[in-house]
């Protein structure tokens, strides 16, 4: 989608354009970093249930490799089309690296819609598009993940299809299932890492996280896991959404309750708690809260509702959820936005920690998961933060300067340019 005059991808570079200006880039660099490495394209034909065919098509971008191999999830959506997909993988990129962890950046997706088909066209679909892009991918050239409308059923397909030609590879894909490989503590990471984030800002901000008020929009695996353990650190979940529609409670929501609706295939409106309001998902936007967490599609913050936000601190759960104008409007407004390189970075660090694990053939307590969670997420806060009081910009900014300036190093380093 484009919102603004800007597609996805310009609107990333935009950003990136913001930092790299602070940092002094060097043009020959520029030229290299605001684009992608390898773009794939693939025909994906799939047989229905009713016998009748259809094809849609799926993409694999690997934006930039210099600091290892590519990482980042497969998503599926009618909107994943190639500019998302170029923008979601350049954000992979400054997000790796900003964590330290050493891989590049990439993004996969299948423009279409996984709620209309059954789970065996599900599946007939993700082994054709894995052996589609079967030969750019690897446990150490390019390693998937679940992300929008992806799973782990998805990932345990996708390493079939692969390990069918290549001999068993639980290293090709991340979140995966427990008994296929997967990392206890992995599929709550993403959504963990957000409060983790959250809350090291209220530490350095001198902020109470039990006394604030949060709203989530985005009840999907990432949201529902920052609303849980949101509420598991003593702060108070007023809102909730998912794509039907959304629930309030100024007193608090019953978010274990919620969840569990969630998680066993239900939806929030479901759900009947006394005293719960119904509201959309634009109203949770714009309705009274102290940190807003958009958890769901992307550009749902723009220069139209930026503006009506109430929210003190929004926190991008999603990938690129505040258009370059909103980001702008908040920022004259002093809501402070922790950007989702940083934000939603768990996802990718228990990826991380996952892919090490299936190498090494040994597999963590997930107590040891959330603590080393917990210490990758906090040292990316700190250095952020420090980042944008040295260089005098916004969290975002600072996380985009701490990106750009490793990957620049490495592909120097490596001779690229």
């Known amino acids: 989608m484009a919102k603004e005059g800007l597609t996805a991808f ?42 009748d065919l259809v094809v849609v098509r799926g993409y694999r971008v690997q934006h930039n490799g210099a600091r290892g191999p590519y990482k980042g999830g497969v998503r599926y959506h009618p909107t994943a089309d190639l500019e998302e997909v170029r923008a979601l993988a350049s954000l992979m990129t400054w997000k790796t690296a900003l964590l330290g962890l050493p891989f590049g950046g990439a993004k996969g997706g299948i423009e279409v819609d996984p709620t209309e088909m059954s789970a065996a066209e599900l599946q007939r679909m993700t082994r054709r598009f894995t052996n ?195 980001d702008k409007i908040l920022g004259d407004r002093n809501v402070t936005v922790v950007p989702d390189v940083l934000a939603n970075a768990g996802g990718v660090t228990g990826s991380y920690f996952e892919w090490t694990q299936n190498i090494q053939q040994f597999t963590w307590k997930e107590s040891q998961f959330n603590e080393e969670l917990h210490d990758r997420l906090h040292t990316a806060y700190e250095a952020t933060a420090a980042a944008a009081a040295e260089l005098g910009c916004t969290l975002r900014q600072a996380a985009f300067a701490i990106g750009i300036r490793k990957v620049a190093h490495a592909a120097r380093l490596r001779g690229y340019v």
């Not at 950003?15 to 002094?24: G, K, Q, T, V």
């Not at 043009?27 to 016998?51: A, C, F, K, N």
């Not at 390019?142 to 030609?165: E, G, K, L, R, V």
């Open 10 to 51: 310009e609107a990333v570079n935009r950003y990136f354009e913001e930092a790299a200006r602070l940092i002094d880039l060097d043009e020959h660099m520029y030229s290299v970093l605001t684009s992608t490495y390898r773009e794939i394209s693939v025909q994906i034909p799939v047989r229905r249930d009713d016998g």
């Open 132 to 326: 589609g892009i079967g030969h750019v991918i690897g446990p150490y050239r390019d390693i998937p993940a679940p992300d929008m409308n992806t799973n782990a059923q998805t990932m345990a397909w996708m390493m079939d299809a692969y390990s069918a030609t290549h001999g068993y590879s639980p290293a090709i894909v991340t979140g995966k299932p427990l008994d296929l490989g997967g990392a206890p503590g992995r599929e709550a990471a993403t959504g963990r890492g957000v409060v983790y984030v959250l809350q090291a800002h209220c530490e350095a901000r001198g902020l109470d996280l039990t006394r604030l008020r949060l709203a989530v929009q985005g009840f999907g695996n990432v949201g529902s896991w920052a609303a849980v353990e949101a509420a598991a650190r003593g702060a108070t979940v007023v809102a909730v959404s998912d794509r039907f529609g959304g629930v309030r409670h100024d007193g608090g929501l019953d978010v274990e309750l919620l969840a569990r609706t969630v998680w066993n295939g239900g939806r929030l409106e479901d759900t009947d708690q006394p005293g719960v309001d119904r509201i959309t998902n634009e109203e949770l936007l714009v309705g009274p809260c102290d940190v807003l967490v958009p958890a769901a599609l992307g550009e749902v913050i723009d220069a139209d509702n930026a503006g009506d936000v109430q929210a003190s601190v929004v926190v991008e759960a999603a990938n690129y959820p505040v258009t370059p104008h909103a």
